[in-house]
């Protein structure tokens, strides 16, 4: 069965400093890797997605992720917070098709709250 | 830009009673979802629903639970004798394919069984 791990239910950085939100996927076979975003009050808002191509991928509001097969990793990165970035993220995968109708399902890491002080 | 809704927003419920939490998905979309998180822990997927069908559940889904599309638009997850166990918050998601489309989550029910 899939797992997904994310390091660090919460990180604090500064304004204007890097943010890195870590995530893991155990799978054999690399699945679709996906980062939410959960704001309070809010359903949960795709940031980006890997599907296949560019390891690299960039989404909404500045964040971008690099997929590593290697490591078996996710990361998600932003070079510079902004407090609204403040918010609870969610890294999660989906199994490659393979066959039949019953995949789609997402697997979620725990989630990293993330605050952003001025 | 469309959204995937869902009503209420919060219920408190006794032990032992039915609830029915109701989403309505985006309106092209096929396949549709319920995820829960109990608070502090990981959000948990529940089942997934195509064609009228229940494709994938998971173990949490027992047979105290149920999920139907009555009308083409409503989805609703039915739990028929609540447990202390089932407060959580209920996410609804919808798509519009499988695997790599990107699923789109309604604003969650939060539910609290005493």
């Known amino acids: 069965a899939q797992s997904v791990t994310q390091l660090g239910s919460h990180v604090s950085v500064s304004e204007g400093a890097l943010v890195l939100l870590r995530c893991n996927y155990s799978s054999s076979v690399p699945p679709y890797l996906f980062w939410y975003v959960q704001y309070p009050n809010q359903g949960l808002q795709l940031l980006l997605k890997y599907t296949t191509g560019a390891t690299l991928v960039k989404g909404i509001n500045g964040f971008e992720a690099e997929f590593k097969k290697s490591e078996t990793s996710f990361h998600l990165t932003k070079p510079s917070a902004h407090m609204s970035d403040a918010a609870e993220y969610f890294c999660a995968v989906s199994d490659r098709y393979a066959g039949g109708t019953s995949y789609g399902k997402l697997t979620f890491g725990q989630g990293t709250i993330l605050t952003v002080h001025p | 830009e469309p959204e995937v809704t869902q009503t209420p927003s919060h219920q408190v419920t006794q032990m032992g009673q039915e609830v029915i939490l109701r989403c309505v998905p985006i309106?092209?979309?096929?396949?549709f979802y319920w995820y829960r998180q109990i608070l502090g822990q990981k959000v948990e997927f529940l089942v997934s629903?195509?064609?009228?069908?229940?494709?994938?559940k998971s173990e949490i889904f027992d047979d105290q639970f149920s999920v139907e599309r009555p009308d083409g638009s409503n989805f609703t997850l039915k739990i028929r004798s609540t447990k202390l166990e089932d407060s959580a918050m209920y996410f609804c998601?919808?798509?519009?394919?499988?695997?790599?489309?990107?699923?789109?989550f309604g604003p969650g029910t939060r539910l609290l069984v005493l």
């Open positions: 629903f195509y064609n009228n069908e229940i494709s994938e």
């Open positions: 309106s092209n979309h096929l396949y």
């Open positions: 998601a919808s798509t519009v394919g499988q695997g790599a489309e990107t699923q789109y």
